[in-house]
Protein backbone atom coordinates (compact mmCIF):
# COMPACT_ATOMS: atom_id res chain seq x y z
CA UNK A 1 0.00 0.00 0.00
CA UNK A 2 2.50 2.61 0.89
CA UNK A 3 4.83 2.25 -2.43
CA UNK A 4 3.07 4.70 -4.45
CA UNK A 5 3.95 6.91 -1.44
CA UNK A 6 7.75 5.66 -1.37
CA UNK A 7 8.58 7.53 -4.73
CA UNK A 8 11.93 9.77 -4.95
CA UNK A 9 12.38 13.13 -5.97
CA UNK A 10 9.49 14.91 -3.61
CA UNK A 11 9.65 18.73 -3.73
CA UNK A 12 11.00 20.00 -0.19
CA UNK A 13 8.23 21.81 1.41
CA UNK A 14 6.00 17.91 0.65
CA UNK A 15 8.69 16.40 1.89
CA UNK A 16 8.74 18.15 5.18
CA UNK A 17 5.17 17.56 5.53
CA UNK A 18 5.03 14.00 5.37
CA UNK A 19 5.89 13.18 8.92
CA UNK A 20 3.65 15.80 9.92
CA UNK A 21 0.59 14.37 8.13
CA UNK A 22 1.80 10.82 9.51
CA UNK A 23 1.98 11.93 12.67
CA UNK A 24 -1.07 13.92 12.93
CA UNK A 25 -3.20 10.90 11.96
CA UNK A 26 -1.47 8.63 14.25
CA UNK A 27 -3.17 10.88 16.95
CA UNK A 28 -6.52 10.75 15.61
CA UNK A 29 -6.03 7.09 15.14
CA UNK A 30 -4.54 6.19 18.70
CA UNK A 31 -6.75 8.64 20.35
CA UNK A 32 -9.81 6.56 18.67
CA UNK A 33 -8.33 3.11 19.52
CA UNK A 34 -7.44 3.98 23.19
CA UNK A 35 -10.88 5.63 23.54
CA UNK A 36 -12.30 1.77 22.15
CA UNK A 37 -10.04 -0.08 24.82
CA UNK A 38 -11.08 2.70 27.69
CA UNK A 39 -15.02 2.12 26.52
CA UNK A 40 -14.92 -1.31 26.38
CA UNK A 41 -11.95 -2.79 28.17
CA UNK A 42 -11.54 -6.61 28.21
CA UNK A 43 -9.57 -8.35 30.74
CA UNK A 44 -6.32 -10.29 30.13
CA UNK A 45 -7.91 -14.23 29.27
CA UNK A 46 -11.26 -13.08 27.94
CA UNK A 47 -12.45 -12.70 24.15
CA UNK A 48 -10.64 -9.62 22.90
CA UNK A 49 -13.92 -8.11 21.41
CA UNK A 50 -12.53 -4.43 21.31
CA UNK A 51 -9.76 -5.40 19.80
CA UNK A 52 -11.52 -7.45 17.34
CA UNK A 53 -14.21 -4.97 16.70
CA UNK A 54 -11.39 -2.52 16.03
CA UNK A 55 -9.34 -4.60 13.52
CA UNK A 56 -12.68 -5.24 11.89
CA UNK A 57 -13.81 -1.81 11.52
CA UNK A 58 -10.38 -0.33 10.69
CA UNK A 59 -9.97 -3.08 7.67
CA UNK A 60 -13.47 -2.00 6.67
CA UNK A 61 -12.25 1.84 6.29
CA UNK A 62 -8.78 1.45 4.67
CA UNK A 63 -10.28 -1.14 1.77
CA UNK A 64 -13.09 1.63 1.41
CA UNK A 65 -10.47 4.59 1.68
CA UNK A 66 -8.12 3.12 -0.63
CA UNK A 67 -10.49 2.04 -3.68
CA UNK A 68 -12.39 5.49 -3.31
CA UNK A 69 -9.13 7.35 -2.93
CA UNK A 70 -7.94 5.47 -6.40
CA UNK A 71 -11.13 6.65 -7.96
CA UNK A 72 -11.30 9.97 -7.35
CA UNK A 73 -7.45 10.58 -7.71
CA UNK A 74 -7.57 11.99 -4.01
CA UNK A 75 -3.63 13.70 -2.41
CA UNK A 76 -1.29 12.16 -0.76
CA UNK A 77 -1.47 14.33 2.01
CA UNK A 78 -4.95 12.65 2.75
CA UNK A 79 -3.34 8.75 1.95
CA UNK A 80 -0.66 9.78 4.83
CA UNK A 81 -2.85 11.40 7.23
CA UNK A 82 -5.98 8.92 7.12
CA UNK A 83 -4.37 5.89 5.49
CA UNK A 84 -1.36 5.58 6.87
CA UNK A 85 -0.97 7.44 10.24
CA UNK A 86 -4.96 7.12 11.53
CA UNK A 87 -6.48 3.24 10.48
CA UNK A 88 -2.78 2.39 10.54
CA UNK A 89 -2.82 3.20 13.85
CA UNK A 90 -5.88 2.78 14.85
CA UNK A 91 -6.00 -1.02 14.07
CA UNK A 92 -2.98 -3.24 15.87
CA UNK A 93 -1.50 -6.34 15.31
CA UNK A 94 0.60 -5.96 18.63
CA UNK A 95 -2.49 -6.21 20.95
CA UNK A 96 -4.17 -9.35 18.66
CA UNK A 97 -0.87 -11.19 18.76
CA UNK A 98 -0.47 -11.23 22.76
CA UNK A 99 -3.96 -11.30 23.27
CA UNK A 100 -3.72 -15.16 21.63
CA UNK A 101 -1.02 -15.90 23.66
CA UNK A 102 -2.96 -14.69 26.58
CA UNK A 103 -5.59 -16.79 25.62
CA UNK A 104 -3.75 -19.71 25.25
CA UNK A 105 -1.75 -19.06 28.61
CA UNK A 106 -5.53 -18.98 30.38
CA UNK A 107 -6.19 -22.40 29.46
CA UNK A 108 -8.73 -21.43 26.03
CA UNK A 109 -6.80 -22.70 23.34
CA UNK A 110 -10.05 -23.16 21.32
CA UNK A 111 -11.04 -19.80 22.07
CA UNK A 112 -7.63 -18.32 21.39
CA UNK A 113 -8.12 -20.30 17.81
CA UNK A 114 -11.44 -18.99 17.01
CA UNK A 115 -10.61 -15.33 18.10
CA UNK A 116 -7.62 -15.92 15.11
CA UNK A 117 -10.16 -17.19 12.66
CA UNK A 118 -12.57 -14.70 13.85
CA UNK A 119 -9.89 -11.70 13.06
CA UNK A 120 -8.14 -13.14 9.71
CA UNK A 121 -11.19 -14.40 7.84
CA UNK A 122 -13.48 -11.17 9.67
CA UNK A 123 -10.81 -9.09 8.47
CA UNK A 124 -10.23 -10.05 4.87
CA UNK A 125 -14.05 -10.28 4.46
CA UNK A 126 -14.09 -6.45 5.77
CA UNK A 127 -11.10 -5.30 3.60
CA UNK A 128 -12.58 -7.06 0.38
CA UNK A 129 -16.33 -5.32 1.48
CA UNK A 130 -14.74 -2.35 2.04
CA UNK A 131 -12.55 -2.10 -1.75
CA UNK A 132 -15.97 -2.92 -3.40
CA UNK A 133 -18.12 -0.35 -1.64
CA UNK A 134 -15.42 2.04 -2.53
CA UNK A 135 -14.96 1.03 -6.02
CA UNK A 136 -19.08 0.90 -6.57
CA UNK A 137 -20.44 4.24 -4.69
CA UNK A 138 -19.93 7.57 -4.36
CA UNK B 1 -1.90 11.37 32.12
CA UNK B 2 -0.93 7.80 31.20
CA UNK B 3 -3.84 7.81 28.68
CA UNK B 4 -2.35 11.26 26.86
CA UNK B 5 1.02 9.67 26.32
CA UNK B 6 -0.20 6.51 25.41
CA UNK B 7 -1.81 7.75 22.46
CA UNK B 8 0.95 10.42 21.95
CA UNK B 9 3.39 7.45 21.49
CA UNK B 10 0.91 5.64 19.48
CA UNK B 11 1.76 8.66 17.23
CA UNK B 12 4.74 8.22 17.15
CA UNK B 13 4.59 4.72 16.75
CA UNK B 14 2.93 5.44 13.39
CA UNK B 15 6.15 7.51 12.84
CA UNK B 16 8.18 5.10 13.19
CA UNK B 17 6.23 2.49 11.40
CA UNK B 18 6.47 4.61 8.04
CA UNK B 19 9.89 5.00 8.32
CA UNK B 20 10.72 1.21 8.73
CA UNK B 21 8.27 0.01 6.20
CA UNK B 22 9.55 2.07 3.83
CA UNK B 23 13.34 1.16 4.45
CA UNK B 24 12.42 -2.52 4.51
CA UNK B 25 10.49 -2.11 1.21
CA UNK B 26 13.17 -0.10 -0.52
CA UNK B 27 15.67 -2.67 -0.14
CA UNK B 28 13.14 -5.91 -0.18
CA UNK B 29 13.33 -8.01 -3.38
CA UNK B 30 10.03 -9.95 -2.55
CA UNK B 31 6.57 -9.43 -3.64
CA UNK B 32 5.04 -9.48 -0.46
CA UNK B 33 4.51 -6.63 1.50
CA UNK B 34 7.55 -7.37 3.46
CA UNK B 35 7.55 -4.02 5.02
CA UNK B 36 4.29 -4.41 6.93
CA UNK B 37 4.96 -8.54 8.54
CA UNK B 38 8.25 -5.96 9.25
CA UNK B 39 6.84 -3.82 11.74
CA UNK B 40 4.21 -6.29 12.79
CA UNK B 41 6.38 -9.76 13.47
CA UNK B 42 9.09 -6.57 15.80
CA UNK B 43 5.79 -4.99 17.52
CA UNK B 44 4.47 -8.16 18.66
CA UNK B 45 7.79 -9.07 19.90
CA UNK B 46 7.83 -6.22 21.64
CA UNK B 47 4.55 -6.65 23.43
CA UNK B 48 5.44 -10.07 24.81
CA UNK B 49 8.72 -8.69 26.16
CA UNK B 50 6.59 -5.98 28.19
CA UNK B 51 3.16 -7.53 28.56
CA UNK B 52 5.36 -10.65 30.15
CA UNK B 53 7.24 -8.57 32.77
CA UNK B 54 10.30 -6.68 31.16
CA UNK B 55 8.99 -3.18 30.82
CA UNK B 56 10.17 -1.28 34.10
CA UNK B 57 8.08 0.97 36.43
CA UNK B 58 9.43 4.09 34.59
CA UNK B 59 7.87 3.73 31.73
CA UNK B 60 4.09 2.52 32.42
CA UNK B 61 2.77 -0.84 30.02
CA UNK B 62 -0.56 1.33 28.98
CA UNK B 63 2.24 3.65 27.13
CA UNK B 64 4.50 0.92 25.82
CA UNK B 65 1.27 -0.61 24.47
CA UNK B 66 -0.28 2.76 22.57
CA UNK B 67 3.25 2.77 21.18
CA UNK B 68 3.11 -0.82 19.80
CA UNK B 69 -0.33 -0.50 18.57
CA UNK B 70 0.14 2.49 16.40
CA UNK B 71 3.51 0.46 15.22
CA UNK B 72 1.80 -2.16 14.09
CA UNK B 73 -1.23 -2.45 11.59
CA UNK B 74 -3.85 -4.77 11.07
CA UNK B 75 -5.87 -3.10 8.42
CA UNK B 76 -2.80 -2.26 6.57
CA UNK B 77 -1.91 -6.40 6.96
CA UNK B 78 -5.59 -7.39 5.12
CA UNK B 79 -5.87 -4.75 2.48
CA UNK B 80 -2.38 -5.94 1.38
CA UNK B 81 -3.34 -9.50 1.68
CA UNK B 82 -6.84 -9.04 -0.15
CA UNK B 83 -4.58 -7.09 -2.96
CA UNK B 84 -2.54 -10.12 -3.66
CA UNK B 85 -5.71 -12.07 -4.21
CA UNK B 86 -7.20 -14.00 -1.56
CA UNK B 87 -10.98 -13.59 -2.23
CA UNK B 88 -12.45 -15.35 -3.52
CA UNK B 89 -9.86 -17.35 -5.37
CA UNK B 90 -6.89 -17.47 -2.81
CA UNK B 91 -3.05 -17.11 -4.83
CA UNK B 92 -0.10 -18.61 -2.69
CA UNK B 93 1.41 -14.99 -2.65
CA UNK B 94 -1.87 -14.05 -0.86
CA UNK B 95 -1.70 -17.00 1.17
CA UNK B 96 1.88 -16.63 2.42
CA UNK B 97 1.21 -13.02 3.66
CA UNK B 98 -1.59 -14.09 5.60
CA UNK B 99 0.31 -17.03 7.43
CA UNK B 100 4.07 -16.18 7.43
CA UNK B 101 2.77 -12.72 9.47
CA UNK B 102 0.58 -14.17 11.36
CA UNK B 103 2.59 -17.74 13.15
CA UNK B 104 5.67 -15.39 13.06
CA UNK B 105 3.76 -12.65 14.84
CA UNK B 106 1.72 -14.75 17.27
CA UNK B 107 4.89 -17.33 17.37
CA UNK B 108 7.29 -14.06 18.59
CA UNK B 109 4.71 -12.28 21.12
CA UNK B 110 5.02 -15.73 23.10
CA UNK B 111 8.55 -16.15 22.92
CA UNK B 112 8.61 -12.23 24.48
CA UNK B 113 6.17 -13.24 27.10
CA UNK B 114 7.69 -16.31 27.92
CA UNK B 115 11.64 -15.15 28.05
CA UNK B 116 10.25 -12.26 30.54
CA UNK B 117 8.00 -13.74 32.98
Do not use: C, K
Not at chain 1, 26 to 36: E, K
Not at chain 1, 120 to 131: C, F, N, P, S, V
Amino acid sequence: MPAEDQQRRRPTLERASIPLAVIGGGLVGSAARTAAGALAATPAGAFPTTTLAVNLAGSLLLGWYLARRERAAGSRWGLRFWAIGGLGSFTTFSAFGVEVVQLVEAGRSAVGIGYVLASTAGGLIMAAAGEQIGRTTR
Amino acid sequence: MNTVLAVVAGSVGALSRYVLTGAVQRRSQSALPLGTAAVNVLGALGIGLATGGLHSGSLPLVVVAGFLGGFTTFSTWMVETVRLGALPVWRPAALANLLVPLVSGVGAAAFGYYLTR
